[in-house]
């Protein structure tokens, strides 16, 4: 027992209390002003908050109330809807989106990606139909496992040392997510997502201090651009056509005008018979002429030669 502190008796010198431990007084918004919020969320993003989501809006802003020390909704609309609030408005944007990802997640679409499209691109690159050049853009890419999770496939198929000139674009709206991603470094227990022959080469364990993290080796980082982009809004993106674009488990959040836009977007930086991959709970069937679903989740842009696009 410390010295000081006798058994049954309160200690003669009081702790004082961390005001940032104290509790704020339970969140709450009304219909009104949670319109208010959907419709400068939907402005900035696209994203339409569905009536249901008011517990998730008041749980995922608590954590900002207190940092800025502020003990109600009203009073942040106020500040965040702000004309010169764009970097509030961004933590806003980064508190309230779901981030969930993993390596080689949905491993249908990656095992298509190695027997299909790297196959057809060396063929082609071999009869002096494409250059050995080839862009790919991971939109919404989170916490970055997808683009790592690609780099490291472009890494062992199309090696640098074979000619290959292969460069990703990697977005996201969250900049606590891209963050993250630029890091490249992971708890060790997600290793096992991470087939072991790519695990061996392409990722580094942490020692001491970093002990219990793995990181991305850096041959695999500096493969990957990343970015801040709105998908809702139109862009110029110097580094497309794409060869192909992974957005997934990204337009479910989007409402169909929204979602008509994002698709227009993405399908204008496609090469043609290049390809679009989502998730699996997104159907584009009835969104742009210009895509022909190959198999569920992965989509081909019609183009002049698409008789080339066959598997190999």
Not at 71 to 82: K, P, Q
Not at 295 to 308: F, H, L, Q, S
Request: with cysteine; glycine share 6%; proline share 5%.
């Amino acid at each position: 027992m410390p010295a000081g502190i006798a058994k049954g008796k309160r200690s003669s010198t009081s702790l004082q209390v961390d005001p940032c431990l104290q509790p704020l007084p339970q969140l709450s918004v009304s219909p009104a002003l949670f319109q208010k919020f959907q419709k400068l969320i939907y402005g900035e993003t696209g994203i339409w908050l569905g009536n249901a989501k008011t517990a998730l809006l008041c749980g995922r802003l608590f954590r900002r109330l207190r940092e800025l020390d502020l003990d109600s909704l009203e009073t942040y609309y106020e500040r965040v809807a702000g004309p010169d609030q764009y970097e509030e408005r961004a933590r806003m944007i980064d508190a309230i989106t779901t981030n969930e990802t993993r390596f080689f997640r949905e491993p249908r679409q990656f095992q298509f990606v190695v027997q299909n499209l790297f196959p057809r691109w060396r063929v082609e690159a071999e009869g002096g139909l494409r250059p050995r050049r080839v862009r790919i853009w991971s939109a919404g890419c989170s916490s970055g496992e997808e683009p790592y999770t690609v780099a490291m496939l472009v890494a062992r198929y199309l090696p640098a040392e074979d000619g290959w000139d292969v460069r990703l674009l990697a977005t996201d709206i969250s900049t606590r997510m891209l963050e993250k991603a630029r890091r490249g470094v992971y708890p060790i227990t997600r290793s096992g997502e991470i087939p072991p022959d790519l695990l061996q080469s392409f990722m580094l364990r942490g020692i001491a201090d970093r002990e219990g993290e793995m990181k991305v080796k850096s041959e695999i980082r500096e493969m990957i651009d990343f970015r801040r982009l709105n998908l809702d809004q139109h862009s110029d993106l110097i580094e497309g056509p794409f060869d192909a674009i992974f957005c997934r488990n990204v337009l479910i959040y989007f409402d169909a005008a929204s979602k008509n836009r994002v698709v227009a977007n993405l399908v204008r930086h496609l090469m043609a018979n290049a390809h679009l991959f989502v998730g699996h709970a997104e159907n584009l069937s009835s969104f742009s002429p210009q895509l022909r679903s190959l198999e569920p989740t992965i989509y081909i842009k019609a183009g002049d030669t698409e008789n080339r696009v066959q598997s190999v």
